[in-house]
């Protein structure tokens, strides 16, 4: 099976993704060819990643002086007390901008240790090792880092690239199926926003995605960061376009919040729920066309997002909910900006809706 490459490229920066297998055991190669050189590497990484690919990661880079730094991925460390502490062991270690910090987890732990790589001395090398499939195909790529605060997701970080992304679908195999849907999420809406007949192909073969086929897998890996590819190089700094990648998010991301990130809702589910809420508001305000509204609702009944919805969004909670969307930072008045399909494969942005109506809305979503 043939490894696949892409090559990102911003005003600020160029590098590769390299999607495929056994790339772990080839990383020191791997970072020789591409003009990586370091003295120091700190890894920070997942506690779920098996220790036996830790364990050939430092054995790899054994020629160099390798520090670890272990985190519990979950949105409570994502913050910037883990940063600060991060921040003093890499400052107590000495390290040098010419150093590497290496990630190696999923989006959580990218976003922190991008964060800390763009302030550390104002930019140390950084390379994305992503091991859950939403990073694969979303975190990893396009220089969004950043961690939480108490009043909301991802509103402190910084755009910073990485010098190279290395995603080994191998890493996949140990994920249960609820972080397999998770990652899911980001595929399925790279399709919805840019590509109907990159949509046809996940419906298509959704059983064979779920069961880790490392062909179909890794071309649905590639076929979705091609999507993210050509919306960041356009707009690096999310000044326009990239915003549609933040289709399902605003809703999705209050949800999350709504739980106070607890694991009864992780991230990719959030997205599937903010989607099907997107779609269904689409629909009533005759943004999108019936058939195409028919399609999506159909895919998304493969999830059973209605009576999911109704777990996680109760009424008495609707107004919650709606603040924590009036926070989201795509917004720039009291209304709330949605991006929002006016058919599969092509979004719309700056939708802007007062509070009550998404409030009416979400309450008659969960009651229908």
Do not use: W
């Amino acid at each position: 099976m043939k490894n696949y490459k892409i090559l990102i490229k911003t005003d600020q920066s160029f590098y590769p993704v390299i999607i495929g297998k056994n790339i772990l055991i080839n990383v020191s190669s791997i970072l020789k060819k591409n003009k990586i050189f370091f003295q120091k590497c700190l890894i920070v990484y997942d506690s779920n990643v098996p220790q036996t690919a830790l364990n050939i990661l430092k054995q790899k880079l054994k020629n160099k002086n390798v520090f670890v730094y272990k985190l519990k991925s979950s949105e409570k460390v994502k913050n910037i007390n883990t940063v600060n502490k991060i921040l003093n062991f890499t400052l107590k270690q000495k390290f040098h901008r010419t150093d590497l910090i290496i990630s190696v987890g999923g989006g959580i732990i990218s976003d922190i240790a991008g964060f800390v790589s763009s302030i550390y001395k104002r930019g140390i090398n950084f390379v994305n090792m992503p091991t859950t499939l939403l990073s694969q195909v979303d975190a990893s790529i396009g220089g969004k880092t950043g961690v939480n605060s108490t009043y909301g997701k991802n509103l402190i970080g910084s755009f910073y690239q990485p010098r190279l992304v290395l995603s080994d679908i191998l890493f996949l195999k140990s994920l249960p199926k609820r972080e397999i849907i998770c990652g899911y999420a980001e595929i399925l809406k790279h399709a919805f926003i840019r590509n109907k007949k990159k949509f046809l192909f996940l419906d298509k073969n959704l059983k064979k995605i779920f069961h880790i086929d490392e062909k179909i897998m890794s071309k649905t890996i590639y076929e979705s960061c091609k999507i993210k590819k050509s919306i960041i190089e356009k707009d690096p700094l999310e000044k326009n376009l990239r915003r549609i990648l933040n289709y399902g998010h605003t809703f999705g991301h209050a949800f999350e919040a709504n739980l106070n990130y607890s694991k009864k809702l992780n991230h990719g589910e959030a997205v599937l729920l903010g989607m099907y809420c997107a779609n269904n508001f689409a629909y009533k305000k005759n943004i999108i066309n019936k058939n195409d509204f028919n399609i999506i609702e159909q895919h998304f009944a493969k999830f059973n997002l209605s009576n999911k919805l109704k777990r996680i969004a109760k009424r008495r909670n609707l107004s919650r909910i709606v603040n924590y969307m009036k926070s989201d930072k795509k917004n720039y008045n009291n209304k709330i900006n949605l991006i929002l399909l006016n058919k599969i494969g092509s979004a719309k942005i700056n939708n802007t809706y007062k509070t009550m109506e998404i409030e009416s809305f979400l309450n008659l979503l969960i009651n229908r």
